[in-house]
């Protein structure tokens, strides 16, 4: 992959397993030990991406990822959560997790996650290289979206999700396909699209208690419609 990962967790058995099956898949590993380290760690050198404990002391994973997604919106995190914790798992995608995988957990499925996060970020878009609704534009290529010519401030599974359903006008996607085709996920929790879904809204409608773009299909899942402005 060649991939630099910053590993953030105050566990060292769990930080060493991650980093050495990191390694064996070709990227780049740095640990830190508490979130005040990680922070540290991203200021002096930008990694690739971030494996985020949720649980730390101190400054936990929660308040790391919402300092990151005011800085720097567009560095990838996976966040790393209680086993069955539900709650933790949607309040790290409202701080703006891009994915999360749960302990305890096979390092063998984090990386593919990894993988699957960092592919998005550095792959050649598959679809158009612009699309377009009004003043909402997503530019594939340069993985930028703006509206009414300000940049939106976007993680990666945001970007992806808004350009998916932007490059699929009128056609409704159930959670289930959603998580397969923007997530790659064959199988996952379904309140991660809805998350996203809520996030987004905020920042491209109008009014996000009454979307025009973003249209709920009760039933069904998420269509896009566009709005002819």
Excluded: N
Aim: glycine share 8%.
């Amino acid at each position: 992959m060649g991939h630099s990962v910053l590993v953030v967790d105050d566990d060292p058995i769990v930080s060493d397993v991650v980093r050495r099956y990191l390694e064996q898949d070709g990227c780049e590993v740095r640990l830190a030990a508490d979130g005040a380290a990680g922070l540290a760690a991203i200021a002096a050198a930008r990694p690739d991406l971030v494996v985020l404990d949720l649980m730390m002391p101190g400054v936990d994973g929660l308040e790391v990822c919402r300092r990151l997604r005011r800085e720097q919106p567009d560095l990838p995190v996976v966040m790393l959560t209680a086993l069955g914790e539900e709650a933790d798992r949607v309040l790290g995608l409202e701080v703006g997790a891009d994915d999360y995988v749960t302990k305890p957990f096979s390092p063998r499925e984090l990386v593919l996650r990894i993988r699957s996060v960092l592919r998005r970020t550095t792959g050649a878009p598959a679809g158009p290289l612009l699309l377009a609704d009004g003043d909402l534009v997503v530019d594939t290529a340069r993985r930028i979206a703006t509206r009414a010519g300000v940049p939106l401030s976007l993680t990666v599974r945001e970007f992806d999700l808004l350009a998916f359903l932007l490059g699929s006008p009128g056609r409704a996607w159930s959670r289930t396909d959603l998580l397969s085709r923007v997530w790659g996920w064959q199988f996952g929790d379904q309140s991660t699209v809805t998350v996203h879904v809520r996030r987004l809204r905020e920042k491209i409608e109008d009014d996000p208690a009454a979307p025009r773009r973003i249209h709920t299909v009760w039933g069904v899942g998420y269509r896009y419609e566009t709005t002819g402005r």
